[in-house]
């Protein structure tokens, strides 16, 4: 498979619902790559995990948000 660079935007969410909306829109993404087995679903959530354990950390820990906080998120990223 050749890389594909896309991003992601999860629009406006609150703080202590970010994980969801981040993993629904991310699958909802690769969908059709899932599909036709160019990546795998355990590598697309494995990935998730990572991104929200990295938000986790920079939105609670680092800016001190709390979960009825309204955040927007958007990451750009590659498939391959």
């Known amino acids: 498979m050749e890389p594909v ?6 629009g406006f969410v609150i703080a202590g619902a970010y994980a969801d909306k981040l993993r629904k829109t991310l699958f909802a993404q690769v969908r059709e ?3 036709t087995g160019q990546v795998r679903q355990e590598e697309v959530a494995r990935a998730a995990g990572e991104l929200n ?7 609670v ?14 990451a750009q990223y590659q498939l391959s």
């Open 5 to 10: 660079k896309t991003s992601i935007t999860t």
């Open 61 to 74: 820990e680092e800016l001190g948000l709390s979960k009825g906080d309204v955040v927007r998120i958007r």
């Open 33 to 35: 790559y899932v599909k």
């Open 53 to 59: 354990s990295l938000l986790f950390r920079l939105i």
